[in-house]
């Protein structure tokens, strides 16, 4: 069983920054070999990538739009997956959720992923 917690989202006002975090843990579960990802679901849309970095932290992948604002990673002596999000835009809202995935190999689908945390809620503001 693994469990994923995101935290960091909130209300800021556009072209603000953001550092979400997602704190992973589980009976035996080493973080290193779970490749992790970033999506996010906007009101009335489909849940849509984000970003992805793989198991050692070597490699990552950004949704085209994101790529340039948003950064990516993970810190595996504390289980710990990041997204840095810069330069916010109101069509940045959404609620944003972490998965993993066990595989170094990272994904861009959400349904290569089977373990996903709660959400949390980002506002950006114009």
């Known amino acids: 069983q693994v469990q994923l917690v995101e935290s960091g989202g909130g209300l800021v006002q556009a072209g603000a920054s953001l550092l979400l975090s997602c704190a992973a843990s589980?009976?035996?579960?080493?973080?290193?070999?779970?490749?992790m990802g970033w999506f996010r679901q906007a009101p009335g849309k489909e849940r849509e990538f984000v970003a992805a970095i793989s198991g050692g932290g070597s490699n990552t992948a950004y949704a085209d739009s994101k790529e340039g604002r948003f950064i990516i990673s993970r810190d595996n002596t504390k289980n710990i997956m990041y997204l840095q999000m810069n330069s916010l835009k109101s069509d940045d809202t959404a609620v944003y959720y972490c998965?993993?995935?066990?595989?170094?190999?990272?994904?861009?689908?959400?349904?290569?992923?089977?373990?996903w945390g709660q959400g949390t809620q980002v506002t950006v503001s114009s």
């Open positions: 589980g009976r035996t579960f080493i973080f290193n070999s779970y490749a």
């Open positions: 998965a993993g995935r066990q595989t170094n190999v990272l994904g861009i689908r959400r349904d290569q992923y089977p373990y």
